[in-house]
Nanobody, 125 residues
Framework: QVQLVESGGGLVQAGDSLRLSCAASGRTLSSYHIGWFRQAPGKEREFVAAIRWSGVSTYYADSVKGRFTISRDNAKNTVYLQMNSLKPEDTAVYYC??????????????????WGQGTQVTVSS
């Protein structure tokens, strides 16, 4: 089992920054991808970014590339999502999730087994 807890959401203005955290506990994560997804009201959950727990590979949705950065702190068992130049269309509940490397596409929410409870990000114009 892997437990994931997100934090860091809030209400900000367009152009501001936020950093989300995803604290992981449970089994070792060396064989996992950790992904960030978001879901706006009335929309499907969509991929935002992902990182391999071991290694340096990172992956981003085109809509956030150049604005968001995913990173991890292995010592703290935490993955971060630094979000800069936020836009109103970034408003959503943000979730972190975990999947085994070989278990499906890193871009698909259906591939992820473990999910956090989500944190709300609201960007006003």
């Amino acid at each position: 089992q892997v437990q994931l807890v997100e934090s860091g959401g809030g209400l900000v203005q367009a152009g501001d920054s936020l950093r989300l955290s995803c604290a992981a506990s449970g089994r070792t994560l060396s064989s996992y991808h950790i992904g960030w997804f978001r879901q706006a009201p009335g929309k499907e959950r969509e991929f935002v970014a992902a990182i391999r727990w071991s290694g340096v590979s990172t992956y981003y949705a085109d809509s956030v590339k150049g604005r968001f950065t995913i990173s991890r702190d292995n010592a703290k068992n935490t993955v971060y999502l630094q979000m800069n130049s936020l836009k109103p269309e970034d408003t959503a509940v943000y979730y972190c999730a975990a999947k085994l490397y070989a278990s499906g596409s890193k871009y698909s929410p259906g591939s992820y087994v473990y999910w956090g409870q989500g944190t709300q990000v609201t960007v006003s114009s």
